[in-house]
Protein backbone atom coordinates (compact mmCIF):
# COMPACT_ATOMS: atom_id res chain seq x y z
CA UNK A 1 0.00 0.00 0.00
CA UNK A 2 1.42 3.33 -1.21
CA UNK A 3 -0.28 5.48 1.36
CA UNK A 4 -0.96 5.09 5.35
CA UNK A 5 -4.81 6.06 3.62
CA UNK A 6 -4.88 3.28 1.65
CA UNK A 7 -3.63 1.14 4.11
CA UNK A 8 -6.07 2.16 6.60
CA UNK A 9 -8.90 1.26 4.31
CA UNK A 10 -7.31 -2.27 3.73
CA UNK A 11 -7.02 -2.72 6.84
CA UNK A 12 -10.79 -2.13 7.17
CA UNK A 13 -11.52 -4.73 4.43
CA UNK A 14 -9.54 -7.24 5.97
CA UNK A 15 -11.69 -6.90 9.83
CA UNK A 16 -14.58 -6.78 7.64
CA UNK A 17 -13.86 -9.39 5.90
CA UNK A 18 -12.89 -11.57 8.54
CA UNK A 19 -16.24 -10.92 10.47
CA UNK A 20 -18.32 -11.26 7.58
CA UNK A 21 -17.53 -13.63 6.01
CA UNK A 22 -14.77 -15.99 7.61
CA UNK A 23 -16.30 -16.11 11.36
CA UNK A 24 -19.94 -17.35 10.41
CA UNK A 25 -18.49 -20.35 8.42
CA UNK A 26 -15.88 -21.50 11.14
CA UNK A 27 -17.64 -24.37 12.54
CA UNK A 28 -18.98 -25.61 9.19
CA UNK A 29 -15.45 -25.36 7.81
CA UNK A 30 -14.30 -27.15 10.76
CA UNK A 31 -16.16 -29.67 10.47
CA UNK A 32 -15.77 -30.38 6.74
CA UNK A 33 -18.98 -29.00 5.72
CA UNK A 34 -18.55 -25.21 4.69
CA UNK A 35 -18.35 -23.72 1.44
CA UNK A 36 -15.65 -25.09 -0.85
CA UNK A 37 -12.08 -23.46 -1.26
CA UNK A 38 -13.07 -21.66 -4.83
CA UNK A 39 -16.17 -20.18 -2.78
CA UNK A 40 -13.87 -18.93 -0.07
CA UNK A 41 -11.56 -17.25 -2.62
CA UNK A 42 -14.34 -15.93 -4.18
CA UNK A 43 -15.83 -14.00 -1.12
CA UNK A 44 -12.22 -12.56 -0.78
CA UNK A 45 -12.79 -11.52 -4.28
CA UNK A 46 -15.83 -9.57 -3.52
CA UNK A 47 -14.50 -8.22 -0.64
CA UNK A 48 -11.33 -6.92 -2.77
CA UNK A 49 -8.80 -9.57 -1.04
CA UNK A 50 -8.26 -12.16 -3.34
CA UNK A 51 -5.28 -10.18 -5.14
CA UNK A 52 -3.39 -8.68 -2.01
CA UNK A 53 -0.56 -8.49 -3.45
CA UNK A 54 -1.66 -8.49 -7.09
CA UNK A 55 -0.92 -5.09 -8.52
CA UNK A 56 -4.17 -2.88 -9.15
CA UNK A 57 -3.56 -2.90 -12.65
CA UNK A 58 -4.55 -6.51 -12.69
CA UNK A 59 -7.32 -6.32 -10.62
CA UNK A 60 -5.28 -6.79 -7.52
CA UNK A 61 -5.28 -4.61 -4.08
CA UNK A 62 -1.97 -3.75 -4.71
CA UNK A 63 -0.54 -4.35 -1.05
CA UNK A 64 2.88 -5.52 0.42
CA UNK A 65 3.77 -8.40 2.53
CA UNK A 66 2.98 -6.81 5.37
CA UNK A 67 -0.71 -6.62 4.60
CA UNK A 68 -0.47 -10.16 3.42
CA UNK A 69 0.51 -11.59 6.28
CA UNK A 70 -1.58 -9.39 8.42
CA UNK A 71 -4.81 -10.96 6.09
CA UNK A 72 -3.47 -14.60 6.49
CA UNK A 73 -3.19 -14.28 10.08
CA UNK A 74 -6.73 -12.70 11.07
CA UNK A 75 -8.16 -15.33 8.94
CA UNK A 76 -6.59 -18.05 10.54
CA UNK A 77 -7.88 -16.07 14.06
CA UNK A 78 -11.16 -17.34 13.34
CA UNK A 79 -10.56 -20.22 11.03
CA UNK A 80 -7.33 -21.94 9.60
CA UNK A 81 -9.02 -23.78 6.67
CA UNK A 82 -10.15 -20.62 5.62
CA UNK A 83 -6.29 -19.05 6.01
CA UNK A 84 -4.75 -22.16 4.23
CA UNK A 85 -6.77 -22.25 1.32
CA UNK A 86 -6.69 -18.45 0.80
CA UNK A 87 -2.76 -18.24 1.93
CA UNK A 88 -1.85 -21.32 -1.22
CA UNK A 89 -4.14 -19.03 -3.44
CA UNK A 90 -2.48 -15.40 -2.69
CA UNK A 91 1.69 -16.92 -2.17
CA UNK A 92 2.67 -20.09 -4.15
CA UNK A 93 -0.28 -20.09 -6.44
CA UNK A 94 -0.30 -16.60 -7.73
CA UNK A 95 2.95 -15.46 -6.77
CA UNK A 96 5.34 -17.45 -9.22
CA UNK A 97 3.14 -15.55 -11.48
CA UNK A 98 3.48 -12.17 -10.64
CA UNK A 99 7.11 -12.65 -9.89
CA UNK A 100 8.06 -15.05 -13.27
CA UNK A 101 5.26 -14.55 -15.50
CA UNK A 102 5.30 -12.59 -18.81
CA UNK A 103 2.94 -9.99 -19.92
CA UNK A 104 0.96 -12.01 -21.84
CA UNK A 105 0.71 -14.59 -19.07
CA UNK A 106 -0.09 -12.19 -16.44
CA UNK A 107 -2.61 -10.68 -18.70
CA UNK A 108 -4.05 -14.10 -19.39
CA UNK A 109 -4.61 -15.16 -15.65
CA UNK A 110 -3.97 -12.55 -13.39
CA UNK A 111 -7.48 -10.29 -12.91
CA UNK A 112 -9.47 -13.88 -13.04
CA UNK A 113 -7.45 -14.99 -9.52
CA UNK A 114 -7.27 -11.55 -8.04
CA UNK A 115 -11.09 -11.59 -8.44
CA UNK A 116 -11.78 -14.15 -6.86
CA UNK A 117 -13.33 -15.98 -10.47
CA UNK A 118 -10.30 -18.28 -10.13
CA UNK A 119 -8.37 -20.66 -7.17
CA UNK A 120 -4.34 -21.35 -8.28
CA UNK A 121 -3.29 -24.61 -6.74
CA UNK A 122 0.95 -24.94 -6.74
CA UNK A 123 1.72 -28.92 -7.74
CA UNK A 124 5.61 -29.91 -6.27
CA UNK A 125 4.77 -32.74 -4.34
CA UNK A 126 4.96 -36.56 -5.79
CA UNK A 127 4.64 -39.36 -3.81
CA UNK A 128 8.11 -40.00 -4.60
CA UNK A 129 9.41 -36.82 -3.55
CA UNK A 130 8.50 -34.07 -0.77
CA UNK A 131 11.28 -32.96 1.03
CA UNK A 132 13.64 -33.84 -1.62
CA UNK A 133 11.80 -31.83 -4.44
CA UNK A 134 14.43 -32.70 -7.03
CA UNK A 135 13.40 -36.57 -7.05
CA UNK A 136 10.09 -35.20 -8.98
CA UNK A 137 9.48 -37.41 -11.74
CA UNK A 138 6.50 -35.77 -13.52
CA UNK A 139 7.61 -35.21 -16.68
CA UNK A 140 7.21 -32.17 -19.81
CA UNK A 141 8.13 -33.23 -23.52
CA UNK A 142 8.45 -30.58 -25.80
CA UNK A 143 6.43 -31.39 -28.92
CA UNK A 144 6.10 -28.46 -31.44
CA UNK A 145 4.63 -25.63 -29.45
CA UNK A 146 3.11 -27.49 -26.58
CA UNK A 147 4.22 -29.74 -24.10
CA UNK A 148 3.20 -33.18 -23.04
CA UNK A 149 3.01 -33.27 -19.43
CA UNK A 150 2.56 -37.14 -17.59
CA UNK A 151 3.00 -37.92 -13.51
CA UNK A 152 0.84 -37.30 -10.13
CA UNK A 153 1.14 -34.64 -8.03
CA UNK A 154 0.08 -35.34 -4.37
CA UNK A 155 -0.94 -33.78 -1.13
CA UNK A 156 -1.92 -30.79 -3.45
CA UNK A 157 -4.30 -28.31 -1.86
CA UNK A 158 -7.49 -26.86 -3.84
CA UNK A 159 -6.68 -30.04 -6.03
CA UNK A 160 -10.35 -30.76 -7.52
CA UNK A 161 -11.90 -27.24 -6.91
CA UNK A 162 -8.58 -24.88 -8.33
CA UNK A 163 -8.41 -23.88 -11.78
CA UNK A 164 -5.08 -23.20 -12.39
CA UNK A 165 -2.30 -25.46 -10.77
CA UNK A 166 1.29 -24.15 -11.12
CA UNK A 167 2.98 -27.38 -12.20
CA UNK A 168 6.74 -28.07 -11.28
CA UNK A 169 7.67 -31.31 -14.38
CA UNK A 170 10.87 -32.15 -15.41
CA UNK A 171 12.17 -31.09 -18.58
CA UNK A 172 15.77 -32.62 -18.61
CA UNK A 173 17.87 -33.84 -15.77
CA UNK A 174 18.84 -32.97 -11.97
CA UNK A 175 17.87 -29.50 -10.10
CA UNK A 176 18.21 -27.54 -13.39
CA UNK A 177 16.20 -30.06 -15.24
CA UNK A 178 12.66 -29.01 -14.00
CA UNK A 179 10.02 -26.43 -15.33
CA UNK A 180 7.32 -24.42 -13.83
CA UNK A 181 3.99 -24.60 -16.14
CA UNK A 182 0.43 -23.16 -16.16
CA UNK A 183 -1.33 -25.75 -16.23
CA UNK A 184 -5.54 -24.81 -16.79
CA UNK A 185 -7.86 -27.94 -14.81
CA UNK A 186 -10.21 -27.96 -17.31
CA UNK A 187 -7.58 -29.43 -20.15
CA UNK A 188 -7.93 -32.91 -21.14
CA UNK A 189 -5.99 -35.56 -19.18
CA UNK A 190 -6.23 -33.09 -15.80
CA UNK A 191 -7.96 -34.92 -13.29
CA UNK A 192 -8.11 -35.18 -9.02
CA UNK A 193 -8.93 -37.39 -6.57
CA UNK A 194 -11.61 -37.42 -3.83
CA UNK A 195 -10.17 -35.03 -1.35
CA UNK A 196 -7.85 -37.10 1.34
CA UNK A 197 -9.45 -37.20 5.32
CA UNK A 198 -7.38 -35.14 7.29
CA UNK A 199 -6.81 -34.94 10.76
CA UNK A 200 -7.60 -31.23 10.79
CA UNK A 201 -8.06 -27.89 8.30
CA UNK A 202 -11.08 -30.49 7.16
CA UNK A 203 -12.32 -26.99 5.43
CA UNK A 204 -9.33 -26.76 2.79
CA UNK A 205 -9.42 -30.05 0.30
CA UNK A 206 -6.44 -31.90 -0.19
CA UNK A 207 -5.71 -34.55 -2.89
CA UNK A 208 -3.86 -35.68 -5.96
CA UNK A 209 -3.88 -34.08 -9.18
CA UNK A 210 -3.16 -36.48 -12.06
CA UNK A 211 -1.31 -35.53 -15.53
CA UNK A 212 -2.12 -37.79 -18.47
CA UNK A 213 -1.16 -36.91 -21.84
CA UNK A 214 -1.79 -32.85 -20.96
CA UNK A 215 -0.87 -30.35 -24.04
CA UNK A 216 0.26 -27.85 -22.43
CA UNK A 217 0.87 -24.56 -24.65
CA UNK A 218 4.87 -23.72 -24.54
CA UNK A 219 3.66 -19.89 -24.08
CA UNK A 220 2.04 -21.49 -19.97
CA UNK A 221 5.62 -22.31 -19.40
CA UNK A 222 6.77 -20.02 -16.48
CA UNK A 223 9.95 -18.59 -17.12
CA UNK A 224 12.70 -20.40 -18.94
CA UNK A 225 13.36 -23.90 -19.71
CA UNK A 226 14.93 -25.55 -16.26
CA UNK A 227 14.27 -22.43 -14.17
CA UNK A 228 11.46 -24.23 -12.20
CA UNK A 229 13.40 -25.33 -8.95
CA UNK A 230 14.10 -21.24 -9.08
CA UNK A 231 10.39 -20.58 -9.39
CA UNK A 232 9.88 -23.28 -6.81
CA UNK A 233 12.11 -22.18 -4.21
CA UNK A 234 11.34 -18.54 -4.51
CA UNK A 235 7.68 -19.09 -4.19
CA UNK A 236 8.22 -21.40 -0.97
CA UNK A 237 10.40 -18.78 0.63
CA UNK A 238 7.62 -16.27 0.44
CA UNK A 239 4.85 -18.74 1.01
CA UNK A 240 7.01 -19.94 4.35
CA UNK A 241 6.33 -16.32 5.84
CA UNK A 242 1.83 -16.73 5.17
CA UNK A 243 2.28 -19.90 6.64
CA UNK A 244 4.11 -18.04 9.32
CA UNK A 245 1.18 -16.40 9.92
CA UNK A 246 -1.29 -18.81 9.71
CA UNK A 247 0.25 -20.24 12.34
CA UNK A 248 0.02 -16.86 14.38
CA UNK A 249 -3.70 -16.43 14.01
CA UNK A 250 -3.77 -20.34 15.25
CA UNK A 251 -1.22 -20.12 18.17
CA UNK A 252 -3.31 -16.35 18.83
CA UNK A 253 -6.94 -18.37 19.08
CA UNK A 254 -5.89 -20.61 20.86
CA UNK A 255 -4.61 -18.77 23.76
CA UNK A 256 -7.97 -17.02 23.64
CA UNK A 257 -9.82 -20.01 24.12
CA UNK A 258 -7.69 -21.09 26.86
CA UNK A 259 -7.88 -17.40 28.24
CA UNK A 260 -11.79 -17.57 28.18
CA UNK A 261 -11.37 -20.33 30.31
CA UNK A 262 -8.70 -19.51 33.25
CA UNK A 263 -10.74 -16.86 33.37
CA UNK A 264 -14.29 -18.35 34.22
CA UNK A 265 -11.54 -20.34 36.88
CA UNK A 266 -10.49 -17.49 38.39
CA UNK A 267 -14.00 -15.82 38.59
CA UNK A 268 -15.29 -19.55 40.66
CA UNK A 269 -12.27 -19.19 42.76
CA UNK A 270 -10.33 -21.80 41.42
CA UNK A 271 -6.22 -21.33 40.54
CA UNK A 272 -5.09 -20.59 37.24
CA UNK A 273 -1.80 -21.75 35.33
CA UNK A 274 -0.29 -18.55 35.00
CA UNK A 275 3.26 -20.10 34.20
CA UNK A 276 1.41 -21.97 31.23
CA UNK A 277 -0.30 -18.59 29.68
CA UNK A 278 2.74 -16.34 29.79
CA UNK A 279 4.44 -18.92 28.11
CA UNK A 280 2.02 -19.09 25.51
CA UNK A 281 1.70 -15.75 25.16
CA UNK A 282 5.35 -14.97 24.97
CA UNK A 283 5.97 -17.52 21.88
CA UNK A 284 2.83 -16.37 20.10
CA UNK A 285 4.23 -12.43 20.48
CA UNK A 286 7.79 -13.62 19.30
CA UNK A 287 6.35 -15.63 16.40
CA UNK A 288 4.72 -12.71 15.23
CA UNK A 289 7.40 -10.72 15.56
CA UNK A 290 9.41 -13.01 13.22
CA UNK A 291 6.71 -13.43 10.78
CA UNK A 292 6.64 -9.42 10.72
CA UNK A 293 10.30 -9.04 10.18
CA UNK A 294 10.64 -11.82 7.38
CA UNK A 295 7.56 -9.63 5.42
CA UNK A 296 9.37 -6.82 5.79
CA UNK A 297 12.72 -8.69 3.89
CA UNK A 298 10.36 -9.33 1.24
CA UNK A 299 8.70 -6.06 1.02
CA UNK A 300 12.59 -4.52 0.94
CA UNK A 301 13.60 -6.86 -1.98
CA UNK A 302 15.87 -9.02 0.54
CA UNK A 303 16.27 -12.26 0.22
CA UNK A 304 14.28 -14.30 3.00
CA UNK A 305 15.44 -17.75 2.64
CA UNK A 306 16.45 -18.09 6.23
CA UNK A 307 14.49 -15.90 8.07
CA UNK A 308 11.46 -17.30 6.48
CA UNK A 309 12.82 -20.72 7.37
CA UNK A 310 13.44 -19.32 10.96
CA UNK A 311 9.48 -17.55 11.17
CA UNK A 312 8.08 -20.70 10.27
CA UNK A 313 9.68 -23.03 12.13
CA UNK A 314 9.51 -21.17 15.56
CA UNK A 315 5.75 -20.15 14.47
CA UNK A 316 4.57 -23.44 13.41
CA UNK A 317 6.21 -25.31 16.67
CA UNK A 318 4.79 -22.38 18.64
CA UNK A 319 0.54 -22.85 17.01
CA UNK A 320 1.21 -26.83 18.11
CA UNK A 321 3.08 -25.94 21.62
CA UNK A 322 0.26 -23.50 22.17
CA UNK A 323 -3.03 -25.40 20.77
CA UNK A 324 -1.58 -28.48 22.92
CA UNK A 325 -1.55 -26.09 26.20
CA UNK A 326 -4.65 -24.83 25.50
CA UNK A 327 -6.18 -28.01 25.72
CA UNK A 328 -5.26 -29.20 28.98
CA UNK A 329 -6.08 -25.27 30.49
CA UNK A 330 -9.70 -25.77 28.84
CA UNK A 331 -9.98 -28.85 30.13
CA UNK A 332 -12.25 -31.17 30.23
CA UNK A 333 -14.78 -29.35 28.03
CA UNK A 334 -11.79 -29.10 25.63
CA UNK A 335 -12.39 -32.91 25.23
CA UNK A 336 -15.05 -32.26 22.62
CA UNK A 337 -14.21 -33.08 19.24
CA UNK A 338 -15.87 -28.82 17.92
CA UNK A 339 -14.27 -27.08 21.18
CA UNK A 340 -12.02 -24.00 19.84
CA UNK A 341 -8.39 -25.16 21.16
CA UNK A 342 -9.34 -29.06 20.05
CA UNK A 343 -10.10 -27.88 16.39
CA UNK A 344 -6.99 -25.86 17.12
CA UNK A 345 -4.65 -28.34 17.71
CA UNK A 346 -5.75 -30.60 15.02
CA UNK A 347 -5.19 -27.50 12.72
CA UNK A 348 -2.02 -27.07 13.86
CA UNK A 349 -0.22 -29.92 12.97
CA UNK A 350 -0.31 -29.58 9.63
CA UNK A 351 1.56 -26.24 9.67
CA UNK A 352 4.49 -28.16 10.61
CA UNK A 353 4.56 -30.16 7.41
CA UNK A 354 3.42 -28.01 4.26
CA UNK A 355 5.76 -25.64 2.34
CA UNK A 356 8.97 -27.51 3.45
CA UNK A 357 8.54 -29.91 7.22
CA UNK A 358 10.47 -28.08 10.19
CA UNK A 359 12.91 -30.86 9.69
CA UNK A 360 13.95 -29.76 6.90
CA UNK A 361 13.63 -25.77 8.10
CA UNK A 362 16.31 -26.86 10.45
CA UNK A 363 17.99 -28.14 6.97
CA UNK A 364 17.88 -24.86 5.32
CA UNK A 365 18.54 -22.74 8.26
CA UNK A 366 22.22 -24.97 9.36
CA UNK A 367 23.28 -24.86 5.82
CA UNK A 368 22.59 -21.31 5.80
CA UNK A 369 25.02 -20.90 8.51
CA UNK A 370 27.67 -22.97 7.82
CA UNK A 371 27.94 -21.82 4.33
CA UNK A 372 28.44 -18.00 5.69
C1 LIG B 1 -2.35 -30.60 4.44
C2 LIG B 1 -1.23 -30.61 3.43
C3 LIG B 1 -1.29 -29.73 2.34
C4 LIG B 1 -0.26 -29.73 1.39
N1 LIG B 1 -0.36 -28.91 0.29
C5 LIG B 1 0.60 -28.97 -0.69
C6 LIG B 1 0.47 -28.20 -1.90
O1 LIG B 1 -0.47 -27.40 -2.06
N2 LIG B 1 1.40 -28.35 -2.87
C7 LIG B 1 2.46 -29.21 -2.74
O2 LIG B 1 3.26 -29.30 -3.66
N3 LIG B 1 2.61 -29.97 -1.61
C8 LIG B 1 1.71 -29.86 -0.59
N4 LIG B 1 1.82 -30.63 0.55
C9 LIG B 1 2.93 -31.56 0.65
C10 LIG B 1 4.00 -31.15 1.65
O3 LIG B 1 4.68 -30.00 1.24
C11 LIG B 1 4.90 -32.37 1.86
O4 LIG B 1 4.13 -33.34 2.54
C12 LIG B 1 6.14 -32.05 2.63
O5 LIG B 1 6.98 -31.21 1.89
C13 LIG B 1 6.91 -33.33 3.01
O6 LIG B 1 7.14 -34.12 1.90
P1 LIG B 1 6.73 -35.67 1.88
O7 LIG B 1 5.31 -35.75 2.27
O8 LIG B 1 7.14 -36.25 0.60
O9 LIG B 1 7.57 -36.30 3.07
P2 LIG B 1 9.10 -36.84 3.02
O10 LIG B 1 9.94 -35.87 2.24
O11 LIG B 1 9.02 -38.24 2.54
O12 LIG B 1 9.47 -36.77 4.52
C14 LIG B 1 9.05 -37.73 5.48
C15 LIG B 1 9.70 -37.37 6.81
O13 LIG B 1 11.15 -37.41 6.68
C16 LIG B 1 11.70 -36.15 7.06
N5 LIG B 1 12.85 -35.83 6.23
C17 LIG B 1 12.93 -35.90 4.88
N6 LIG B 1 14.14 -35.48 4.46
C18 LIG B 1 14.85 -35.15 5.57
C19 LIG B 1 16.15 -34.62 5.82
N7 LIG B 1 17.00 -34.35 4.80
N8 LIG B 1 16.53 -34.38 7.11
C20 LIG B 1 15.68 -34.61 8.14
N9 LIG B 1 14.43 -35.11 7.97
C21 LIG B 1 14.01 -35.35 6.71
C22 LIG B 1 10.58 -35.16 6.83
O14 LIG B 1 10.76 -33.98 7.62
C23 LIG B 1 9.37 -35.96 7.26
O15 LIG B 1 9.23 -35.92 8.65
C24 LIG B 1 0.84 -30.61 1.54
C25 LIG B 1 0.91 -31.47 2.66
C26 LIG B 1 -0.10 -31.47 3.59
C27 LIG B 1 -0.01 -32.39 4.77
Not at 14 to 38: Q, T, Y
Not at 279 to 293: F, G, I, N, P, Y
Not at 319 to 348: F, I
Request: charged share 20%; proline share 3%; net charge negative.
Amino acid sequence: MSTDTAGRALAGRIAAFVEDAIAPIASAMARGDGPSPKRIVEAAGEAGLAGILTPEAYGGAGGSHADFIEFIERVAHADASCAVILDVHLSVGTEPLLIFGNDDQKSRYLRRLARGEWLAAFALTEAAGGSDAVALQTRAVRDGDTYVLDGAKAFITGAGDADLYIVMARTGEGAHGVSAFLVEAAWPGVSTGTPLAKMGLHGSWTGELVLDGVRVPAVNRLSGEGVGFTVAMSALDSGRVGISAQAVGIAQGALDAALDASRRRRDAGLDVDAVAIADMEVRTAASRQLTRHAAALVDAGRRVTLDAAIAKLYSTDTCVAVAHAAVELCAPESGADDHPAAVRLRDAKACQIYEGTNQIQRVVIARHLLND
